[in-house]
């Protein structure tokens, strides 16, 4: 799956009160709508991707993982 990056991207995942919030500027969720999008053109059942703070995400963000199902 092809990862289309918006220059200027910021993302960050945290745990806050017992929610998962994902933070992003509109470069981010550009981004993540990309990756969402492409993740829906997969074949494949099980498709997935992960980010994290030493691929993309801001240090000391959570790690998230994101699958397709049917």
């Known amino acids: 799956m092809e990862m289309n990056w918006i220059d200027g991207?910021?993302?960050e995942v945290a745990l806050q009160g017992?929610?998962?919030v994902v933070s992003a500027n509109r470069e981010?969720?550009?981004?993540?709508?990309?990756h969402?999008?492409?993740l829906?053109?997969?074949?494949?059942?099980?498709?997935?991707f992960h980010l994290?703070?030493?691929t993309a995400l801001?240090?000391?963000?959570?790690?998230?993982?994101v699958e397709r199902v049917e």
Do not use: K, M, Y
């Not at 981010?28 to 990309?34: D, E, K, M, T």
């Open 36 to 38: 969402l999008q492409a």
């Open 28 to 34: 981010g969720l550009l981004s993540l709508a990309n």
């Open 40 to 48: 829906c053109e997969e074949p494949a059942h099980g498709a997935h």
């Open 9 to 11: 991207f910021r993302i």
């Open 52 to 54: 994290d703070a030493t």
């Open 58 to 65: 801001e240090d000391g963000s959570l790690e998230l993982i």
């Open 18 to 20: 017992g929610a998962v």
